[in-house]
Every structure is written in structure tokens, then in C-alpha cells.
């Protein structure tokens, strides 16, 4: 079974930081590129950050550019998301995806594979 786990969301102050974990299981890592989406309820989905796992290239939403980090520890089937300087319109629910490649996840949501069950992140102002 492939289960696609987050943790890590919760209640910052805004300027403050989190770190967003994705253990994959049931998978292949290294065959899928993985990312976090956020949705905020009457909003559409927003592709957030996305790597490739096997060769590590990245995509940032501009909206959190400069601020957020990927990154993923392909031993541990574990993709990271350093959320820093949070604001509150960075308040969501974060779901880790697994797809076949960054730029079809990003256009083509239905060419994701997997979804993780979300977890929530609040910033309060």
C-alpha cells in the first residue's frame, strides 16, 4: 500500500518557521518527483514547491521564493519543507504529492499518482 505521511504543520506567529515532513512508503522514490500543494477552503490548489528525486531540480511558487526550502533525503523516502518568514496568507492545509515530473504535477493534476492526507498550517498575524 502507498501511504505518502505529512507532518510537521501547526500554529506559528508570522515571521516564524516550519519544517514540513513527506515519508513515502509503498513507493519507488527515486521514480517520482515530489511536492507540497496548499489549499485554503474556497481557494484553488496551489503547487507550492516541488524536486525531482532523481536529479534533485527544483520549482518554487513565486509566492514563497526566497522563503521556503525543498529538500529530500531519498534514504529515508523523505521530502522536507523548510517553511521561514512565514506570513498569513501561508496558512493552508500542505499536502505532499507524488507524480511522474515536476512541470506535469504543476499543469496537470491529474497526472499525480499520490496524495498525502495534508497537514494543517496556521500563521497568525
Known amino acids: 500500500e502507498v501511504q505518502l505521511v505529512e507532518s510537521g504543520g501547526g500554529l506559528v506567529q508570522a515571521g516564524g518557521s516550519l519544517r514540513l515532513s513527506c515519508i513515502a512508503s509503498g513507493i519507488t522514490f527515486d521514480d517520482y518527483a515530489i511536492g507540497w500543494f496548499r489549499q485554503v477552503p474556497g481557494k484553488e490548489r496551489e503547487g507550492v514547491s516541488c524536486i525531482s528525486s532523481s536529479d534533485g531540480s527544483t520549482y518554487y511558487a513565486n509566492s514563497v521564493e526566497g522563503r521556503f526550502t525543498i529538500s529530500s533525503d531519498n534514504a529515508k523516502n523523505t521530502v522536507y519543507l523548510q517553511m521561514n518568514s512565514l506570513k498569513p496568507e501561508d496558512a493552508a492545509v500542505y499536502y505532499c504529492?507524488?507524480?511522474?515530473?515536476?512541470?506535469?504535477?504543476?499543469?496537470?493534476?491529474?497526472?499525480?499518482?499520490?496524495w498525502g492526507k495534508g497537514t494543517l498550517v496556521t500563521v497568525s498575524s
Open positions: 504529492a507524488a507524480g511522474p515530473e515536476i512541470l506535469l504535477m504543476l499543469t496537470h493534476s491529474e497526472s499525480i499518482d499520490y
